[in-house]
T-cell receptor
Framework: AQSVTQLDSQVPVFEEAPVELRCNYS??????LFWYVQYPNQGLQLLLK????STLVKGINGFEAEFNKSQTSFHLRKPSVHISDTAEYFC????????????????WGLGTSLAVNP | GAVVSQHPSRVICKSGTSVKIECRSL??????MFWYRQFPKKSLMLMAT?????????EQGVEKDKFLINHASLTLSTLTVTSAHPEDSSFYIC????????????????FGPGTRLTVL
């Protein structure tokens, strides 16, 4: 069965510092990988996704993530964070393939709370 | 881009009453919608998958008679929390799949802004 582990529940960081939010997954097949951001009292917004191709994926708001198949990881990075990046970040995985069709589910990590301090 | 709305954004109700939450895809037709529940500082828990014109598929442990889901059109799904109790207080989020926005076999989910339910 698939699972997603976000290794850090909380990450405090100072403004303009770099940040890495870690995500590991377990799956016996190849997967699609996602990072979503949730600002306080809001829904989720897709930051970036890996479906295939280049393992370095660039997303919105200056975030990027690298898919590492051998380490089954998909860590999220930003070289310089802003106060406005304070939010909850979720890693998710989905299995590709035709069988699940439109009902294909996302398996979610527990989230990492990023707190950017001035 | 694909936009999903939810109504209401917040609702407070008395214990024992029923509450209906609407999820709409505003600029696309969604054959599949998902309903999630999110507890404070917790991840999203998928409650059910809703396909237009058919019965919803509930995840294990989710009471289908308590959380009624109707997906009557390609742009609207509703979640009704029946006989709500304080333990049903939570943040409910829907998402919709846009079959036209597809890469290979992948169909992206677009999320609504969520509904905060408080049961007194």
């Amino acid at each position: 069965a698939q699972s997603v582990t976000q290794l850090d529940s909380q990450v405090p960081v100072f403004e303009e510092a770099p940040v890495e939010l870690r995500c590991n997954y377990s799956s016996s097949v190849s997967v699609y990988l996602f990072w979503y951001v949730q600002y306080p009292n809001q829904g989720l917004q897709l930051l970036l996704k890996y479906l295939s191709g280049s393992t370095l994926v660039k997303g919105i708001n200056g975030f990027e993530a690298e898919f590492n198949k051998s380490q089954t990881s998909f860590h999220l990075r930003k070289p310089s964070v802003h106060i406005s990046d304070t939010a909850e970040y979720f890693c998710a995985v989905s299995e590709p393939g035709p069988n699940a069709g439109n009902n294909r589910k996302l398996i979610w990590g527990l989230g990492t709370s990023l707190a950017v301090n001035p | 881009g694909a936009v999903v709305s939810q109504h209401p954004s917040r609702v407070i109700c008395k214990s024992g009453t029923s509450v209906k939450i609407e999820c709409r895809s505003l600029d696309f037709q969604a054959t599949t919608m998902f309903w999630y529940r999110q507890f404070p500082k917790k991840s999203l828990m998928l409650m059910a998958t809703s396909n237009e014109g058919s019965k919803a598929t509930y995840e294990q442990g989710v009471e289908k008679d308590k959380f009624l889901i109707n997906h009557a059109s390609l742009t609207l799904s509703t979640l009704t929390v029946t006989s709500a109790h304080p333990e049903d207080s939570s943040f409910y989020i829907c998402s919709a799949r846009a079959p036209g926005l597809q890469l290979g076999s992948y169909n992206e989910q677009f999320f609504g802004p969520g509904t905060r339910l408080t049961v007194l």
